[in-house]
C-alpha cells in the first residue's frame, strides 16, 4: 500500500466544534441518540433519557443503537445493573439531530461528552478522522499514522492531545479502503508508545472519532473506532508494563547484592545495580512470559510466573537476602487523584528484619497503616493544595524510620514511599521518595 500524503496537518480545534459539553436552551427538538460505553470500569451501561430506554447492556467498547428522543434540557441517566451512576443534562445544542454520548473514566469516576454526528461529509476521495482523549490519567498523547507497524515515528499528526475530552481533527487525502497503522505515545515521547493498532480503515467520503480509552494501571490506553452514523470497532490494548525492584542486601555491609532480571530479552533491572535497586517500568506483552532472576550472578527462581493483563502496570517485589529470597507481584494503580485539590500516596515495604507492618502518616495523621512486607498500602487521597509543605513519616509502631518534615506536595500527583534492605542495619536500606506519575 503506498501511504497517502496528508491534505492538511493537524490543527487542534475547540472541542465545541464536534464535541460538545453540557448545554441548554433551544426549542423543543429530537435527535438521534445512542450510548458508547468507553468506561473500562463498567462492564455495561444503560441509558435511559427521560425515562425512555435508549440502551441496555451496552458493553463496553460498544454502542447502542440509535433512538429518537427529546434532548430539549432534558435528564439522561446513565446506570450499572440498575445503580445510576451518571446523570447528565442534554440540550438540542450539544445534541442538535444526531449524535453520540460517551461514556468514560473509571468506575466511581465516570464522566460523558457528546460526539455530534451531523458533519460534513468530506470532499471526495478524503476521509476526516478526529482524535479524541478520553483517558485523563494518560496525560497528553501524540498520534501518529504510518504505511505500517514497522514505520519509523517521525511527525505526529496530531500532538499534545490533552487528557480527558482534548480533541483534534485531520482530514487526510485516501481513497476507499485505505489501511494505516494508528500509534499513540506520550506527548513528545515516539518511544513511549502507548497503543499501536496495526491496520485501520480509513474510507473515503466517512468521518471517525477515533478515541482514546483509560486503562487499568492508568499509563496505557485502549482505542475504539467510531463511525459516524456507523459502527463503533474495539481495540484493546496488547501490552503491559512491569518494573522489578529489589530491596534484597548482602549478607553484610561488605557483601552487596547485584540483581539482574530479565524479560522477552528486555533487561528489568540491570545487574550493574546495587541492591537495593528499582528499574524503570518496561512494556512488555501481557501473559506469564517467564521472568529470569539472577542474583549475585547465580539464577533465582521465582516461586511462579508473574501473570500480566494487558493495560496494567506491575511491580515484581524482591526482597531479603540471597538464600532466601522472596518475591511478590503487584498490581499498581498509578491512576491519578480523581478529586480535585488532592494527591495520592502509596507506601512499599520491602524490608527484613522488621518485626510487623509499616505506617505511613502525612502531618501526623495515618494514611496507609500496617503495610506487611511484600505488600502496597492501598493509595491514599489526602486533601491538599499545590505547594503545600507537609511532614511525611513511615513508622515502626512509635519508631520512625523515614521522616521528610518539608515535603511539598503537589495535588494531582501520585507519590510513591518505598522501604528497600535491612531494617536491622542503617547501612543496608534504602528509603525512597518519588513521585509516580
Do not use: H
Not at 513511549?192 to 494501571?217: H, N, W
Not at 528486555?266 to 512494556?283: E, K, M, V
Not at 511491580?315 to 507481584?329: A, R
Amino acid at each position: 500500500m503506498t501511504f497517502m500524503k496528508w491534505a492538511a496537518t493537524a490543527a487542534v480545534v475547540a472541542v465545541t466544534a464536534f464535541v460538545s459539553g453540557c448545554g441548554g436552551g433551544g426549542s423543543d427538538s429530537n435527535a438521534a441518540i445512542r450510548l458508547i460505553n468507553a468506561s473500562v470500569g463498567y462492564s455495561t451501561l444503560d441509558l435511559t433519557v427521560n425515562g425512555n430506554t435508549v440502551g441496555t447492556g451496552i458493553a463496553y467498547g460498544a454502542a447502542s443503537d440509535y433512538s429518537n428522543q427529546n434532548v430539549n434540557a432534558t435528564t439522561a441517566t446513565i446506570a450499572n445493573n440498575g445503580t445510576t451512576v451518571l446523570a447528565p443534562t442534554m440540550s438540542s445544542v450539544s445534541c442538535p439531530s444526531r449524535c453520540s454520548l460517551v461514556a468514560y473514566g473509571w468506575n466511581g469516576s465516570i464522566a460523558r461528552t457528546i460526539i455530534q454526528e451531523n458533519r460534513d461529509q468530506p470532499a471526495a476521495g478524503t476521509s476526516t478522522l478526529y482524535l479524541l482523549n478520553l483517558a485523563p490519567d494518560a496525560g497528553s498523547l501524540d498520534f501518529y499514522l504510518t504505511a505500517s507497524p514497522t514505520a519509523a515515528l517521525t511527525t505526529p499528526v496530531a500532538s499534545s492531545v490533552a487528557g480527558g475530552t482534548g480533541a483534534v481533527t485531520v482530514q487526510t487525502i485516501g481513497t476507499a479502503g485505505s489501511n494505516y497503522t494508528l500509534t499513540i505515545t506520550g506527548a513528545g515521547q515516539p518511544n513511549d508508545v502507548r497503543l499501536q493498532v496495526p491496520s485501520i480503515s480509513l474510507p473515503a467520503l466517512q468521518t471517525a472519532t477515533f478515541i482514546a480509552t483509560a486503562t487499568s494501571g492508568g499509563t496505557l490506553v485502549n482505542g475504539m473506532m467510531a463511525i459516524q452514523n456507523g459502527a463503533v470497532t474495539n481495540y484493546l490494548g496488547t501490552n503491559a508494563r512491569l518494573r522489578v525492584v529489589s530491596g534484597i542486601t548482602g549478607v553484610n555491609s561488605t557483601t552487596p547484592s547485584n540483581v539482574g532480571a530479565y524479560r522477552n530479552a528486555l533487561t528489568l533491572l540491570d545487574p550493574a545495580l546495587i541492591s537495593p535497586a528499582i528499574g524503570d517500568y518496561t512494556t512488555v506483552p501481557p501473559g506469564s512470559d517467564p521472568v529470569t532472576i539472577n542474583i549475585n550472578g547465580s539464577p533465582f527462581t521465582l516461586p511462579s510466573q508473574p501473570t500480566l493483563a494487558s493495560g496494567g502496570d506491575y511491580t515484581l517485589l524482591l526482597w531479603g537476602v540471597p538464600g532466601n529470597v522472596q518475591s511478590k507481584l503487584i498490581a499498581d494503580d498509578n491512576r491519578l487523584p480523581t478529586t480535585a485539590g488532592t494527591a495520592k500516596f502509596r507506601l512499599t515495604n520491602a524490608l527484613t528484619n522488621q518485626a510487623g507492618g509499616l505506617n505511613l502518616a502525612v502531618n501526623y495523621s495515618p494514611l496507609v497503616s500496617n503495610v506487611l512486607p511484600g505488600f502496597t498500602g492501598v493509595p491514599a487521597q489526602p486533601l491538599t493544595v499545590s505547594s503545600v509543605s507537609v511532614d511525611l513519616q513511615v513508622q515502626a509502631g512509635s519508631n520512625v524510620l523515614y521522616d521528610v518534615p518539608t515535603l511539598t506536595v503537589q495535588q494531582g500527583s501520585v507519590y510513591e514511599v518505598m522501604m528497600l534492605g535491612d531494617a536491622a542495619v542503617s547501612s543496608q536500606y534504602v528509603k525512597i521518595l518519588r513521585t509516580a506519575r
